[in-house]
């Protein structure tokens, strides 16, 4: 009788820890974009070495924000954005959005 409470139970808490998961990366994703000092186009990126040039559709986008270090962490848009971590680059995406176009610049 016991066993027959015991799986629903876990099952549930499986459940509602995934849902969890998935809204806290949904919400890290979404302030990380809102926080990010520009967004470079996917050609741009791509010509900084900063995206992968493998024929995908996605992500059409990178968002940026400076460190306190002096380089920038960036994140890919799109549905790569919660499999593929933030990453840090020390190229001044700044200059490089001034030189090459293609970004939006925020602050």
Same mark, same amino acid.
């Given at each position: 009788?016991?066993?027959? $409470? +015991?799986? @629903? $139970?876990?099952?549930?808490?499986?459940?509602?820890? =995934? $849902?969890?998961?998935?809204?806290?990366?949904?919400?890290?994703?979404?302030? +990380?974009?809102?926080?990010? *000092?520009?967004?470079?186009? #996917?050609? =741009?990126?791509? &010509?900084?070495?900063?995206?992968?040039? *493998?024929?995908? @559709?996605? @992500? *059409? !986008?990178?968002?940026?924000?400076?460190?306190?270090?002096?380089?920038?962490?960036?994140? !890919?848009?799109?549905? =790569?954005?919660?499999?593929?971590?933030?990453?840090? =680059?020390?190229? *001044?995406?700044?200059? !490089? /959005? !001034? &030189?090459?176009?293609? /970004?939006?610049? #925020?602050?």
């Amino acid at each position: 009788m016991m066993r027959r $409470a +015991f799986i @629903p $139970a876990v099952v549930a808490i499986l459940v509602t820890g =995934t $849902a969890i998961s998935g809204f806290a990366a949904v919400l890290y994703h979404s302030l +990380f974009f809102y926080k990010a *000092d520009g967004v470079m186009s #996917r050609e =741009t990126a791509r &010509r900084l070495g900063l995206m992968k040039d *493998d024929g995908a @559709p996605f @992500p *059409d !986008e990178l968002a940026f924000r400076k460190s306190e270090t002096g380089g920038y962490f960036y994140r !890919e848009g799109g549905i =790569t954005a919660f499999i593929d971590e933030t990453s840090y =680059t020390t190229i *001044d995406l700044i200059a !490089e /959005c !001034e &030189r090459l176009g293609g /970004c939006q610049l #925020r602050k």
